[in-house]
């Protein structure tokens, strides 16, 4: 094997390494994209279930109102 052919080989090599960089790059590059929707899902999610608990609090506290009303005009015991 000559010079010429083993600086051949190492260019060759070179260029291969530059295209696999490149690939890790992006996938690298998605990886953060996904993370950072995930993240703002997540807190989306959280929000709505914030809501909800709020939401669900508010309903049974109503309804605790209006039974407590009707259990006083029936005259049953507390």
């Keep these: 094997m000559t010079t010429e052919d083993r600086e051949d ?3 060759y090599f070179g260029v291969v390494a530059e295209g696999l960089e490149s690939k890790v790059q992006q996938v690298a590059e998605g990886v953060a ?7 703002r899902l997540e ?3 959280r929000r709505g279930f914030s809501e ?20 006083r ?4 015991p507390r």
Excluded: H, P, Y
């Excluded at 994209?33 to 993240?39: C, G, K, M, P």
């Excluded at 909800?52 to 109102?65: H, P, R």
């Excluded at 005009?73 to 049953?76: L, N, P």
């Design 52 to 71: 909800l608990g709020s939401v669900v609090k508010l309903s049974f506290g109503q309804l605790d109102a209006r039974l407590t009303r009707v259990e």
């Design 43 to 45: 807190n989306e999610v």
């Design 9 to 11: 080989i190492k260019r």
């Design 73 to 76: 005009s029936a005259g049953a």
């Design 33 to 39: 994209a996904t993370n950072e929707r995930i993240d």
